[in-house]
């Protein structure tokens, strides 16, 4: 998986999740640490929660994590770069998953600016149970405000409850269009 032959301003983050979907591991994953070109796991530093993440070939990620003190937030975050969306009328994001325990998440699009930063959510609440389930979500660019057509990065931020204990996530893509 060393070419990256994708195109589109989608293609820094699908090239990502094919790479994760390709490798194999089994490692504890440190906070903000990327175990996969531009995807990482943060965790609220107050937080004593820790990552083991397991990918096979065909499947990106199961993950578990163990904490006693659970913090504000938990995320799997995917760098997207400069990821331009001047001329596109939405953007959106598949998923595929999987949960022990039945769980909701959010999604949403982070855009880097000289301040910090700025989060657009998705819609709707990513459902995952003990069964594998699908999740399609998309923004339409005209009807919000608070996505800019250019910013310096982003990243597609999947917020899950902070005493989360397992996901699997068999596929995750993004797109524009």
């Not at 591991?25 to 937080?47: K, N, W, Y």
């Not at 009807?143 to 699997?168: C, G, K, M, N, Y």
Request: charged fraction near 25%.
């Amino acid at each position: 998986m060393e070419h990256n032959l994708d195109f589109g301003a989608e293609a820094q983050a699908n090239h990502s999740l094919a790479i994760l979907r390709a490798m194999e591991c089994d490692e504890t994953v440190a906070p903000d640490a990327r175990f996969a070109p531009g995807i990482f796991l943060s965790t609220d530093p107050e937080s004593d929660t820790q990552a083991q993440v397991v990918s096979r070939p065909g499947m990106l990620a199961d993950i578990r994590f163990t904490t006693t003190r659970p913090g504000r937030w938990l995320s799997l975050n995917i760098e997207l770069g400069a990821f331009d969306l001047t001329g596109r009328d939405v953007i959106g994001f598949m998923c595929k998953s999987r949960a022990e325990d039945t769980i909701t998440f959010r999604a949403c699009l982070r855009s880097g600016s000289e301040g910090g930063f700025q989060d657009a959510f998705f819609g709707k609440r990513v459902i995952s149970y003990d069964t594998p389930s699908t999740h399609a979500d998309l923004i339409k660019l005209d009807a919000r405000d608070d996505i800019p057509a250019t910013a310096p990065w982003r990243e597609l931020v999947l917020f899950f409850p902070p005493d989360l204990r397992q996901l699997s996530l068999t596929d995750l893509s993004l797109f524009g269009v």
